[in-house]
């Protein structure tokens, strides 16, 4: 199931050990920490295709504040 963010997060630092727990509970941040790690250690070589690979994982995303607001009215969701 692929869900959307409309509402950015709050900014909090993590350390390995919670980033280490998250994955544990969820596979796919897992998944997605394991992309992360191809991609910071690609060569430049490789680095297009392990963006590629990483863009393909992630969920689609909204672009401007335009298309939240417009996805919100839709939906009913108050953004305020």
Request: proline share 2%; charged share 40%; with cysteine.
């Amino acid at each position: 199931m692929k869900v959307k963010f409309y509402i950015p997060a709050k900014y909090k630092d993590l350390d390995f050990k919670t980033i280490d727990k998250l994955c544990k509970i969820n596979k796919d941040f897992e998944k997605f920490i394991e992309q992360i790690e191809k991609l910071m250690t690609a060569s430049d070589k490789y680095y297009r295709s392990t963006e590629k690979e990483l863009e393909e994982f992630c969920d689609e995303y909204f672009l401007n504040d335009t298309e939240i607001e417009e996805y919100c009215r839709q939906r009913f969701i108050p953004n305020n």
